[in-house]
């Protein structure tokens, strides 16, 4: 089973805001909403880093744990989900996350009730996968057509990666070990742990590899 | 006459002062959130014309295979 993850490669990230427009394209989401943004670090400083910014789906994910009416889910595959018809609004998710993903629009289809709206990972809500309802609550459905969120896909260097965690890190690590440099993922710790040193991973003095 | 009256509107005050007491049950109701479908099954309310070309409905195995090649378009180094 895929384990859906992303990951923003900060070497490769031109802060082209492509990844924000098919987003928006995409969802149709309305003015003052972005379920995704490009971040800059020392922006004008030589040496400057892009990352794109959006939910993350966390394995231990802190809105799921603050929601007071339990209106979040996580689906099999790992896509951190939550339903509309139950949110209140009330913002508590906003506060826990650390990536800044949940938004309260206030107007629009989007805003009715100031539900919260987030970054669903192309894979909508619990409507009927596709079904026009689904739509106008999530956007669009693209896991259920057998496609990735557009973000990843329409990124035009490659820098923001979005799948099969597994495999979005085997590229990852195959880019590294090429360029020799950038190996931060930013948030990557954060949303979904940091790695575990086992036995094996640190062989004992004297040990031979 | 006047007892009766009396005894009328002290048992009225009492079940009023008492129904305070009643509380109900304040545990969330788990049932509230609508149960999602797995993505490899698709709706009859999905437009067919979106769906990605070379897998079946309903077939898991080969829904992840078909997420397992779209992750590959994403590996430049293995175009």
Known sequence: MARMKFICDAERCIECNGCVTACKAEHNVPWGVNRRRVVTLNDGVAGEKSISVACMHCSDAPCMAVCPVNCFYRTDEGVVLHDKDVCIGCGYCSYACPFGAPQFPSNGEFGLRGKMDKCTF????????????ENLKYGRNRLSEGKLPACAE????????????????????TRVLNRGKGSEVWGWGTAYGKPVQTSSAAPANGAKK | MIARALVLGAATALALSLAACGEKPQTMDQSARKADAEPWTVSDAANPAFRAPGWKDGDQAAWEQQIRQRNQAQNDYAR
């Open chain 1, 122 to 133: 192309c894979a909508g809500g619990p409507e009927a996968n596709g079904s026009e309802a």
């Open chain 1, 154 to 173: 329409m990124c035009s260097t490659k820098a923001l990666l979005g799948g099969d965690g597994d495999v979005v890190a085997d590229i990852f690590r």
